[in-house]
């Protein structure tokens, strides 16, 4: 196999349009910017036009998908792509939206203490004094997301700012120019709510009579809500589906659908629910917030939660863009490489000023303090079968009943503070091994790691 | 190098199921079948039914494997159908006036007829890009049933292949609609995504399987244990045997 590989360029003249650019991978792929830097780096590069993308957000005590919809619709309204947005609150929705700093009319509101990028400045700067071994110094810095624009980049992705507000003036002129269309979710008539949408969609669409036709996106970020009705499964896979194929049959346009919080677990629409979801639309992500779940947010203190892909916009091509263009995901796979290698976890997080994508790394430790040689604590360990019946006795006859069973093996006692201390009385008789663990109380000693061996003249040190 | 599909595998008659999932779709699979049956016979035809990929799709892909598409459909030798229309299948109700199934085996059965007699060097494919998304939208399971059956009869009586894809959501317990479709195969591809996760190096495992309906094997089978693993690229999957990928190499 020869290792020139020629690259079929095709010769498609590509109009630019306002905000969009030719996806890397394929000359064809027409990419928009979602407004989050980090969100189009993991679709590879930013959502391709022709292209639905489905954001799920299963918590229902936050408003992530939302946070994501809101960019997509700035990001719409500040490079003058026609914007439409579905909803009985959409005006109030886009009103809500975020605006880059220092627009005429919206001042950011400044406060004494430092925004969080300063903080992460001083601390970067600081890194650079450390000294490190000089083989590293090469090595780029390690970086967890992909930097913002920088000011070439402007003109498709903006820098948002969240302590910034759409001022009204900006609403109010799309709305003049028919930038932005609010389109209100209806029950006339014996037509599903689903289906007025669509073809209101469908009209503005067909309107659309110039010879470059407009980019324009779609935006629906509270599908499934009380105002749709009484939805079931079937009307959500209908619904995507035919947006999909609307986007197909005008493919200068794109949709972003947040689905409504309780819509977005396998409960409610059955098992491989989140799977039909990914198979009907071109991109798919889960933005599971820690909200919900304490554990998971003291083991990953600086993130909010975590994004799950099932499934990637590939419009013209085999592999996803985002597989050989995605620097979050780091699945390369391009032919010349030694091969790729597995994905990065992804997470998410919401500063004062920004949201943003990034990769998830444990601790430096692993989440686990100390090496541990002996069992925890909790944990006291019984001699095969001697001393079950004593100790059992005072505990509930439920866990009496399985400890006898697991007579073999150590049994945990799951009791009250007072039976767990009667426990290690009872079996402080029995063994050696229950004497350390008796002695090693709740009070919870710090423990050194030693090593003994058996043979000392072996491992002499 | 591994080559995958056995080239034998769709010779005339054969009703193929290719089962994928949501992280190792088999669209390549179907790709791959159009263009090697339009390479390898001079006169071949194809009738495709459009659910979930876009024509724009199967053209772009297409000319990367230099099938020439839109001179296909000029000479009448490629047919697209469409099988959704715009309005939802309704949920619940037995209607056969409301089926919009019926006159699509009508159609399909008419541009069967009007090839006249089929000759040798004339094989006709008929490939259903997706038949699980017209069960999730609300076509009931015994309709969907009626529909396959009468399209597995029209193929044999045609002489031509049946290649049909229905996405696997629950691995572990099959569906009514796969147990369906596994009586009806002579032959079931599965394409099934690593079970560490997604990888640069390898996409998916690819086995193949003998349906029901065959009478006599043809063709190699390709077990679980030594499936054929394969990477995506732009316009085509490279395919090679377990450990044998360029990581490795």
């Given amino acids: 196999m020869s290792s020139f590989k020629r690259k079929a360029v095709s010769k498609q003249p590509h109009i630019a349009q306002p905000g969009t650019r030719s996806s890397p991978s394929s000359a064809a792929t027409i990419i928009t910017s979602t407004g989050i830097p980090s969100l189009d780096d993991i679709l590879g590069g930013g959502l391709p036009l022709s292209c639905s993308s489905v954001i799920l957000a299963p918590d229902v005590h936050s408003a992530y998908a939302e946070l994501v919809a809101k960019y997509y619709i700035a990001q719409g309204l500040a490079l003058k792509q026609r914007t439409l947005v579905v909803g009985d609150s959409a005006q109030e929705f886009v009103s809500e939206c975020m605006w880059t700093p220092g627009a005429s009319g919206s001042v950011p509101s400044t406060s004494g203490t430092p925004g969080d990028e300063e903080e992460e400045g001083k601390a970067s700067d600081h890194d650079n004094k450390v000294k490190i071994a000089w083989r590293y110094e090469q090595m780029k810095k390690f970086q967890t997301t992909v930097d913002s624009p920088n000011s070439s980049t402007e003109e498709f992705c903006s820098t948002f700012d969240l302590t910034c507000r759409i001022p009204e003036q900006v609403i109010s002129e799309a709305s003049?120019?028919?930038?932005?269309?609010?389109?209100?979710?209806?029950?006339?008539?014996?037509?599903?709510?689903?289906?007025?949408?669509?073809?209101?969609?469908?009209?503005?669409?067909?309107?659309?009579?110039?010879?470059?036709?407009?980019?324009?996106?779609?935006?629906?970020?509270?599908?499934?809500?009380?105002?749709?009705?009484?939805?079931?499964?079937?009307?959500?896979?209908?619904?995507?589906?035919?947006?999909?194929?609307?986007?197909?049959?005008?493919?200068?346009?794109?949709?972003?659908?947040?689905?409504?919080?309780?819509?977005?677990?396998?409960?409610?629409?059955?098992?491989?629910?989140?799977?039909?979801?990914?198979?009907?639309?071109?991109a798919c992500i889960t933005l599971s917030a820690f909200g919900g779940d304490p554990s998971l947010s003291a083991i990953f203190p600086s993130h909010h939660g975590m994004v799950h892909i099932h499934a990637q916009p590939a419009p013209h091509t085999l592999l996803p863009p985002s597989d050989r263009f995605s620097a979050l995901r780091g699945v390369f796979a391009s032919a010349s490489s030694a091969g790729g290698v597995g994905e990065n976890n992804l997470a998410f997080k919401c500063m004062r000023k920004r949201l943003i994508f990034e990769t998830l790394h444990l601790d430096v430790e692993g989440g686990v303090g100390e090496r541990r040689t002996t069992p925890a604590s909790t944990f006291s360990p019984m001699e095969v079968g001697s001393s079950n019946n004593t100790p059992t006795e005072q505990l509930p006859s439920v866990d009496a009943d399985a400890s006898r069973l697991s007579g073999d093996v150590a049994t945990v006692e799951v009791g009250l503070e007072e039976s767990m201390a009667q426990t290690r009385i009872a079996s402080h008789a029995v063994s050696q091994a229950d004497e350390i663990a008796a002695a090693r109380k709740p009070g919870k000693a710090k423990k050194k790691v030693a090593f003994r061996s058996d043979a000392p003249d072996l491992y002499d040190f | 190098m591994a080559t995958f599909p056995p080239p034998d595998l769709l010779s005339s008659g054969q009703v193929v199921i290719v089962t994928d999932q949501i992280l190792s779709p088999a669209d390549f699979l179907l790709h791959r079948t159009l263009a090697s049956h339009f390479k390898d016979h001079k006169d071949a035809r194809c009738i495709v039914l459009l659910v979930s990929e876009s024509i724009s799709r199967w053209n772009a892909i297409a000319s990367r494997a230099t099938v020439n598409l839109a001179a296909l459909i000029e000479s009448q030798a490629l047919r697209f159908l469409d099988m959704v229309k715009d309005i939802q299948p309704h949920l619940g109700t037995d209607d056969s006036t409301r089926s919009t199934l019926v006159p699509l085996i009508n159609e399909v059965r008419s541009l069967l007829q009007q090839q006249g007699d089929v000759q040798a060097d004339q094989p006709t494919l008929i490939l259903l890009d997706d038949i699980s998304t017209l069960e999730w939208m609300g076509y009931a399971t015994n309709e969907l049933a009626k529909f396959l059956r009468a399209l597995s009869i029209l193929a044999r009586k045609g002489n031509a292949s049946l290649v049909v894809r229905h996405h696997v959501i629950t691995p572990d317990t099959p569906d009514e609609l796969f147990r369906f479709l596994l009586q009806l195969c002579t032959y079931h591809i599965d394409v099934r995504p690593l079970s560490s996760g997604r990888s640069g190096a390898v996409n998916g495992e690819i086995s193949l399987y003998r349906g029901p309906s065959n009478g006599t094997a043809h063709v190699k089978t390709i077990p679980r244990q030594h499936a054929v693993q394969y990477r995506l690229t732009d316009a085509a999957a490279v395919y090679f045997e377990k450990g044998t990928g360029q990581a490795v190499l």
């Fill in chain 1, 176 to 282: 003049a120019a028919q930038t932005v269309s609010f389109i209100p979710v209806s029950h006339q008539g014996d037509a599903s709510p689903s289906d007025i949408v669509l073809n209101q969609v469908a009209d503005i669409l067909q309107k659309d009579r110039r010879s470059t036709p407009w980019a324009t996106r779609i935006c629906v970020p509270l599908f499934g809500s009380a105002e749709w009705g009484d939805i079931v499964p079937q009307n959500v896979i209908w619904f995507l589906y035919r947006l999909r194929r609307l986007l197909r049959q005008y493919p200068h346009s794109c949709a972003m659908v947040c689905p409504a919080s309780h819509l977005c677990e396998d409960q409610w629409g059955g098992p491989g629910w989140i799977q039909k979801l990914a198979w009907v639309s071109d």
